[in-house]
């Protein structure tokens, strides 16, 4: 099993900065891909970015040239460097870790609110 822990959320304002955390535990050696989704009130679970573990990266085109990821192999951590946030970026965060047998770990989520 992965357990993942997420951190970093909060409420911000337009136009402002969130960096969220998320720390993998448990069966790391399994993990390869890791990522982020988010999923607003009423809609689907959506793919906001991921990172392989080589590093190649990809990213929803609503958060291109805002959003960052990066992970730390060595603390098998993820991050999600969010700037320039809207209000539709208002969601709970995913955290996720995609194993090399086919399984997708969760995190428990945490919430993205961007409001004045």
């Not at 573990?53 to 960052?68: E, H, I, L, M, W």
């Not at 539709?88 to 004045?116: F, I, K, L």
Request: hydrophobic fraction near 35%; charge should be positive.
């Amino acid at each position: 099993q992965v357990q993942l822990v997420e951190s970093g959320g909060g409420l911000v304002q337009p136009g402002g900065s969130l960096k969220l955390s998320c720390a993998a535990s448990g069966s790391i050696f399994s993990i390869n891909g890791m990522g982020w989704y988010r999923q607003a009130p009423g809609e689907q679970r959506e793919l906001v970015a991921v990172i392989s573990g080589g590093g190649p990266t990809n990213y929803a085109d609503s958060v291109k040239g805002r959003f960052t990821i990066a992970r730390d192999n060595a603390k098998m951590m993820v991050f999600l460097q969010m700037n320039s946030l809207k209000p539709e970026d208002t969601a709970v965060y995913y955290c996720a870790a995609m194993t090399r047998y086919g399984r997708t770990w969760w995190g428990q989520g945490t919430q993205v609110t961007v409001s004045s």
